[in-house]
Structure formats: C-alpha cells, structure tokens
Nanobody, 124 residues
Framework: QVQLVESGGGLVQAGGSLRLSCAAS????????MGWFRQAPGKEREFVAG????????YYADSVKGRFTISRDNAENTVYLQMNSLKPEDTAVYYCAADRDYSGSYYSSEYDYWGQGTQVTVSS
C-alpha cells in the first residue's frame, strides 16, 4: 500500500506560479508511473500530467501544455508539478496518483493509489 501526501497548494494571483509536491511512503516508488489530476467544483476529475517510472517520458493535458512541468526524484520518493502562468480556470483540488503500470495513463481508473489532494486557487 502506497501512501501519497500532496503539499504546496495555496492562493496565487493569475500569472503566478506554484510548485506542488507529492511524497510517497513506499520505497518501491520508482516502480510506479505517477500522475497529477485535478477536480474543480461541480466538475469531473481530469488528467493534468503524467510521468513514467524512470522519468524519461512525460505527457500533459492540452490545457496545461507549455505551462506545467511534471518531474520526479526517485531517490526522494517525490513527484513534482511546477505550475507557471496560472489562470483562474486552473483553480481546483490537485491530486497525485500512482500507477503500478510503468508507463502510466491519462485515465484515472488506471491508477491504484491516490493522495488526499491539495487546493490550488488562482485569483483574477
């Protein structure tokens, strides 16, 4: 059982930046692909970014491409989401998730473990 704990959320003005972190409890962290998802009030959870187990491949939702960067440090059992040029429509609870499949997925149903989420609010 992998426990994931997100941090780094908060309130920021449009155009600003935030860096989210997700720390995993399991030393087998490096075996998992990781993903970031978000859920805004009244909306379904949506994919934001994903990274393969080695970090060699990353992929993004079109809405964040060029603004967000996912990365990981397997020695620290941590995955990051650097968010730049934030927009009010980025406001949501952000979740990290772990997928036992090395390659990861765009689909939330493919992920096996989830964090509790961290709130990101972007003011206009």
């Amino acid at each position: 059982q992998v426990q994931l704990v997100e941090s780094g959320g908060g309130l920021v003005q449009a155009g600003g930046s935030l860096r989210l972190s997700c720390a995993a409890s399991d030393r087998t962290f490096s075996r998992y692909a990781m993903g970031w998802f978000r859920q805004a009030p009244g909306k379904e959870r949506e994919f934001v970014a994903g990274i393969t187990w080695s970090g060699s491949n990353t992929y993004y939702a079109d809405s964040v491409k060029g603004r967000f960067t996912i990365s990981r440090d397997n020695a620290e059992n941590t995955v990051y989401l650097q968010m730049n040029s934030l927009k009010p429509e980025d406001t949501a609870v952000y979740y990290c998730a772990a997928d036992r499949d090395y390659s990861g997925s765009y689909y939330s149903s493919e992920y096996d473990y989830w964090g509790q989420g961290t709130q990101v609010t972007v003011s206009s």
